[in-house]
């Protein structure tokens, strides 16, 4: 019988292992987390739960007898210690090992850190245990510093001030989500952010976060501007979580690099969701995807790569226009695509009334899509993505 073991408990594990039972897979399905929690969605973690309208227990993805039931061996708060490449085994925290014929890194990624004192209250977002610290720090009333207003830290400057604490967001950038937004919608955001009593501080260029000797944190600016606040977030981007893959010796840059079938360098070891680098076969760049939709449909992909491979056959190749969302001050924001700031763009409806698709250019061809109100619209534009940049296997 064959056995499959995957580390992560995320979307792109979780989704891996349901799939494999799905397509009728009969061995053994060991799925190890690290998290205390049992499979969760973790884009509720900066809004719903962050904001108390939801809890640990709803946002869980499946009721407690779901795992039995398919006879998949879901285990929480257990670390992958180390992978035997050579041997086919997974060594356990606890020093159980594990034989494996396929194995699946979905390990995910840690959010980035920047240099601070020590001691200096300083918390990242990621899991739902990062919430009580977050949400302990926002309830003292001593204000909140974000550091980055990307997706994350943008969701829990919302929040926070939808709490009523004082908010002041930094960012290096011109506007929010600069990474992402045409200029028109990262202006918006901004307005949004401010309308409601952010802080909001653009072309921030941070140098230290220090303690101000009261036990509160000091932010301070290469030009000599300072903030302070009972707490600081750093939302400042993630790092995918490759230590498991580097100490078993496979290929890592930027993420664990796989090919088109979620191969890894080393046989029978396969990755995917946020830790895995992969050409994506539109564009034909390599890259990683941070986005809850392409986790799950990636460790789906990667499941039936793993069966191919069991039973010596190949599985169709796949890739997607990716699409994510986010959430704030009741307003949900959708992509598709790989928009930048310095796309051509072509506004459809009314930004202002929230009520727009922003089309986005490159090179001639359509590329990126924004949207807030419109998700047919949304939809229809990511299939035009699609179909502009022509799905090529042959690059795999
Ligand atoms: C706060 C937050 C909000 C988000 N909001 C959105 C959103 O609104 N829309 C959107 O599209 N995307 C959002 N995302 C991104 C989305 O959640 C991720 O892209 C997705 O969860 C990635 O899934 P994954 O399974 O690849 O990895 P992860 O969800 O990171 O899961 C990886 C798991 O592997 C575990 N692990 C790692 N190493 C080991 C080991 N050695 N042993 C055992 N376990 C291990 C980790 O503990 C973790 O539980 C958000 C992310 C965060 C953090």
Redesign the pocket.
């Known amino acids: 019988m064959n056995a499959v073991v995957i580390?992560?408990?995320?979307?792109?594990?979780?989704?891996a292992a349901e799939t494999l039972r799905a397509e009728g897979f009969s061995g053994t399905v060991t799925v190890?987390?690290?998290?205390d929690a049992p499979p969760y969605?973790?884009?509720?973690?900066?809004?719903d739960v962050l904001l108390g309208t939801s809890t640990a227990a709803k946002v869980q993805l499946r009721a407690a007898d779901y795992w039995s039931e398919r006879d998949i061996d879901v285990r929480t708060a257990?670390?992958?210690?180390e992978v035997d490449a050579r041997g086919r085994a997974v060594r356990?925290?606890t020093g159980e090992r594990l034989p494996f014929d396929a194995l699946l890194?979905?390990?995910?990624?840690?959010?980035r850190t920047l240099d601070h004192d020590a001691g200096v209250a300083v918390l990242s977002?990621?899991?739902l245990a990062?919430v009580t610290p977050l949400r302990t720090a926002i309830d003292r009333g001593t204000g909140v510093l974000v550091v980055g207003a990307g997706?994350?830290g943008s969701?829990?400057a919302a929040a926070a001030r939808e709490l009523g604490a004082e908010v002041t967001m930094l960012e290096s950038a011109a506007a929010p989500l600069h990474r992402v937004l045409p200029p028109t919608v990262g202006e918006l955001y901004a307005r949004m952010h401010r309308e409601r009593g952010v802080a909001l501080h653009t072309s921030v260029r941070l140098a230290g976060l220090t303690s101000d000797g009261d036990g509160a944190v000091l932010a301070r600016a290469d030009d000599g501007r300072t903030w302070t606040a009972g707490a600081a977030l750093l939302a400042v981007g993630?790092v995918p979580?490759t230590?498991?893959a580097e100490v078993a010796g496979l290929t890592v840059d930027d993420g664990i690099v796989v090919d088109e079938q979620f191969r890894t360098s080393a046989p029978g070891i396969f990755a995917?969701?946020?830790?895995?680098n992969r050409r994506c076969l539109f564009r034909g760049e390599r890259g990683r995807?941070?986005?809850?939709?392409?986790?799950?449909a990636?460790?789906a992909a990667a499941a039936r790569s793993m069966l191919a491979s069991l039973s010596g056959s190949v599985a169709p190749v796949w890739s997607e226009v990716p699409?994510?969302?986010?959430?704030q001050y009741g307003r949900t924001l959708q992509i598709a695509g790989w928009p930048r700031a310095d796309d051509a763009v072509e506004v459809h409806g009314d930004v202002d009334a929230f009520d727009f698709i922003a089309l986005t250019r490159r090179g001639g061809r359509l590329v990126g899509a924004v949207a807030i109100g419109r998700p047919k619209e949304l939809r229809e534009a990511r299939s035009r993505i699609a179909q502009d940049w022509e799905f090529d296997a042959s690059q795999a």
Do not use: F, Y
Request: aromatic fraction near 4%; charge should be neutral.
């Open positions: 580390v992560g408990t995320g979307i792109a594990g979780i989704t190890l987390g690290a998290e969605r973790r884009p509720t973690v900066s809004k257990v670390v992958a210690a356990l925290g890194l979905a390990t995910g990624a840690r959010a977002l990621r899991s990062d997706l994350i969701e829990v993630s979580d230590r498991l995917a969701g946020d830790a895995a995807t941070e986005h809850w939709n392409s986790a799950q990636q460790g699409m994510c969302w986010s959430s």
